[in-house]
């Protein structure tokens, strides 16, 4: 994707930067052009005022110079705002040789005026004719002049509009040529990828057919379009039959396990069954009933045998489970109590740690049916006596583990990738359920189970549960 979209991305980064700078520039150069043209326009306008102050001057002159005194004043009046148009005009760049002119001619007329009182009239009429033209014709060469560099400072501002408007359209036919190349080449990339998609998408639907002949690319995006539909149809049919032979084959995994769950039963409940029956035809055939020791080992194999059909129901059916509030440490302790009068008898003590209090998110019962397993698996791996330690405390990530450690023999590498399957024991008189059980009760509550050998003998089983959270809210589940 990025090896079709990078010659676009490429060409269309560069043409902003070239645009972003052009901008600028034209801003800048734009900006500048506008300013000399109001400057200029300022200096035409005040030559041109001063060229009609100067020309008020004199015909005020004339008046006073025939006999009208009060035109005197007017002529002051007249001269001094031509005084200052030539100060505001001083401020802009001109020709100095013209300025020092009109200066030079400006100062003559204001010498005249301030001594025409004392001048009589013949020599004020010398003064005017000496001043009559030179001083307006300097003053319109200056007006001139002004115009004239006016005049060219617009010319060049039509030119550059002409040059930006040549490069916009220059611009945007290297951008318009530059697309298309970019537009040619990412169709080149996506033409390929189509074909060699296409080349794939073909050799898998003739895959999925028998006796298919050999593929051939396309770039027809329709006929992949076709093919692809076409392989779609044939993958649900795959999968339709793939889910039935899932279906197929996890009924015959029940069908096994149902079979080994009847040839366990039948194997655990033979034993008792001979011992019971043995006992029946040996006080019928010698017509006497049955003594108190007798009566006691029927009673005991009876048990026995309740307490396995009740571990097939448990793992052919499993209890709903109903979580709720546990305090952990409490439920460890009661299993400890339970087991201890068996734990003595083999010679077997049992210690417990508990690091802080802890509560859990589970079922009280099903629970308990864990610890009492893992803690009966401890004693009996330990027939000659040894030491049961039980430790409770929190884990990581809101969770709590409990280990069961024992100083026995340990787990047989050769069994302990199958130690929770069902029907693995090493007992004797197991019926290697106890396990299988545990961890899918542990895994119903979210939690792991995990067992390995200690480094120093003997084996150590963990249980992980999730920690009791107040936000969680207490209902069954199944």
Same mark, same amino acid.
Request: net charge negative.
């Given at each position: ?23 600028? &520039?034209? &801003? ?8 000399? !043209? ?17 020309? +008020? ?9 025939? =006999? ?72 319109? +060469? ?16 039509? !030119? ?17 040529? *530059? ?53 779609? #149809?044939?993958?649900? @049919? ?57 009566? $006691? ?34 439920? #460890?302790?009661? *299993? ?41 698996? $401890?004693? +009996? ?28 023999? =340990? ?12 029907? #693995? ?30 480094? +120093?003998? @003997?084996? *150590? ?6 920690? &009791? ?10």
């Amino acid at each position: 994707m990025w090896r079709m979209s990078l010659p676009t991305l490429v060409v269309s980064v560069l043409l902003l930067a070239f645009g972003l700078v052009a901008g600028a &520039y034209i &801003y800048q150069l734009n900006a500048h052009l506008s300013d000399e !043209l109001d400057r200029w326009v300022d200096a035409v306008l005040s030559s041109e005022e001063l060229v009609f102050a100067l020309r +008020d001057t004199r015909n005020e002159m004339t008046l006073y110079a025939r =006999g009208t005194p009060e035109a005197l004043e007017a002529a002051q009046a007249s001269f001094a705002e031509a005084a200052h148009l030539l100060q505001t005009i001083k401020e802009h760049p001109h020709d100095r040789q013209l300025l020092e002119v009109v200066q030079q001619r400006m100062a003559t007329i204001e010498n005249l005026l301030s001594n025409a009182g004392e001048m009589g009239r013949e020599e004020f009429e010398a003064g005017m004719a000496v001043l009559r033209g030179p001083a307006v014709d300097a003053a319109g +060469d200056l007006l001139n002049a002004n115009q004239g560099t006016l005049e060219a400072i617009s010319s060049e501002n039509v !030119l550059f509009a002409r040059r930006v408007g040549t490069g916009l359209a220059f611009l945007g036919l290297c951008g318009s040529a *530059a697309g298309l190349i970019a537009g040619l080449g990412v169709s080149r990339s996506v033409v390929r990828s189509i074909e060699t998609l296409g080349g794939s998408v073909q050799s898998l639907s003739e895959s999925l057919t028998e006796g298919a002949s050999p593929a051939q690319p396309t770039s027809e995006l329709q006929e992949l379009i076709d093919v692809m539909s076409e392989v779609q #149809v044939k993958t649900e @049919g795959m999968v339709t039959e793939l889910q039935r032979s899932r279906e197929t084959a996890a009924r015959a995994d029940q069908l096994s396990a149902v079979g080994q769950l009847a040839s366990g039963i039948a194997h655990e409940l033979r034993n008792p069954l001979t011992a019971i029956k043995l006992l029946a035809d040996n006080s019928a055939e010698q017509g006497e009933p049955m003594n108190a020791a007798e009566v $006691a080992m029927i009673r005991e194999e009876a048990a026995r045998m309740e307490q396995m059909l009740q571990t097939f129901l448990d793992f052919a059916r499993p209890p709903r489970l109903v979580r709720g509030r546990v305090d952990a440490v409490a439920e #460890v302790l009661q *299993a400890v109590d339970i087991v201890r009068p068996r734990a003595e008898r083999v010679g077997v003590t049992i210690e417990h740690q508990v690091d802080g209090a802890v509560e859990l998110l589970a079922d009280r019962q099903q629970l308990r049916q864990v610890l009492l397993n893992l803690m009966i698996n $401890a004693i +009996d791996a330990q027939p000659g006596g040894g030491e049961v330690l039980v430790t409770i405390g929190p884990a990581a990530d809101g969770e709590a583990v409990i280990e069961v450690a024992d100083r026995g023999a =340990g787990i047989d590498p050769e069994i302990e990738p199958r130690l929770f399957e069902p029907f #693995v024991s090493t007992k004797d008189t197991g019926i290697g359920l106890g396990l299988a059980v545990s961890q899918r009760i542990v895994a119903s509550h979210g939690g792991r189970i995990a067992a390995e050998n200690r480094p +120093d003998g @003997g084996a *150590a089983f963990s249980v992980q549960l999730p920690i &009791y959270d107040r936000s969680t809210p207490l209902k069954p589940t199944v």
